[in-house]
């Protein structure tokens, strides 16, 4: 199974700042990557899939890169709202896997 | 805009099976341009993948529930199911199903439904 490593497991960050986090996978996932934003109590939203692609209505302060089998997710000018769980997933090879996800606090 | 809809027992008790539908809100369960699947998610845990349904190419399983998930579906009803049987405390959780396009990720999901396996 591919393994997917989420860092850092939870941040705080005040209204304005960017944040990145980041999530790597223990093999090549020929850029099938995708994140989530999942608040408490609610079914995840889907942001990115293909590495870097916004799924429709998702604002584009949310960006994804990739460097080798490293991948990242920004959200920049932090709101109250962004505060949530993110979860990156390959779905390049069976079975699909999740990271363990970053919980982001807004101060 | 698409809506999925789970729906489920609630309470399972152990060894038994638990069944679950995903009501479809169109009529693109027998379509070639998507995929489906199934997610859950333990109280206070991570997302974990079930597996994934296509309508013309078969459905594949996360090996980790030890052939114990099976997915089907009935198109008249637009309805996609998920059985698990044998079940034990450890598969607690809310359950999700989610679709998404070819090539992408999933991309709309439902709401979830809590299974609490318990005597």
């Known amino acids: 199974d591919i393994q997917m490593t989420q860092s850092p497991s939870s941040l705080s960050a005040s209204v304005g700042d960017r944040v990145t986090i980041t999530c790597r996978a223990s093999q090549g996932v020929n850029n099938y990557l995708a994140w989530f934003q999942q608040k408490p109590g609610k079914a995840p939203k889907s942001l990115i899939y293909?590495?870097?692609s916004l799924h429709s209505g998702v604002p584009s302060k949310f960006s994804g890169s990739a460097s080798g089998t490293d991948f990242t997710l920004t959200i920049s000018s932090l709101q109250p709202e962004d505060s949530a769980t993110y979860y990156c997933?390959?779905?390049?090879?069976?079975?699909?896997?999740f990271g363990q996800g970053t919980k982001l606090e807004i101060k | 805009q698409l809506q999925l809809q789970e729906s489920g027992p609630g309470l399972v008790r152990p060894s038994e099976t638990l069944s679950l539908t995903c009501i479809v809100s169109?009529?693109?369960?027998?379509?070639?341009?998507?995929?489906w699947g199934w997610v859950r998610q333990p109280p206070e845990k991570g997302l974990e993948w079930i597996g994934s349904f296509y309508y013309t190419e078969g459905r594949y399983y996360n090996t980790s529930l030890k052939s114990r998930a099976t997915f089907s579906v009935d198109t008249s009803k637009n309805h996609l199911y998920l059985r698990l049987t044998s079940v034990t405390a450890a598969d607690t959780a809310v359950y999700y199903c989610?679709?998404?396009?070819?090539?992408?990720?999933?991309?709309?999901w439902g709401q979830g439904t809590l299974v609490t396996v318990s005597s």
């Open positions: 997933q390959q779905y390049h090879a069976y079975p699909y896997t």
């Open positions: 169109d009529d693109s369960l027998s379509s070639q341009d998507y995929y």
């Open positions: 989610a679709r998404s396009p070819r090539a992408a990720s999933y991309e709309f």
């Open positions: 293909g590495v870097s």
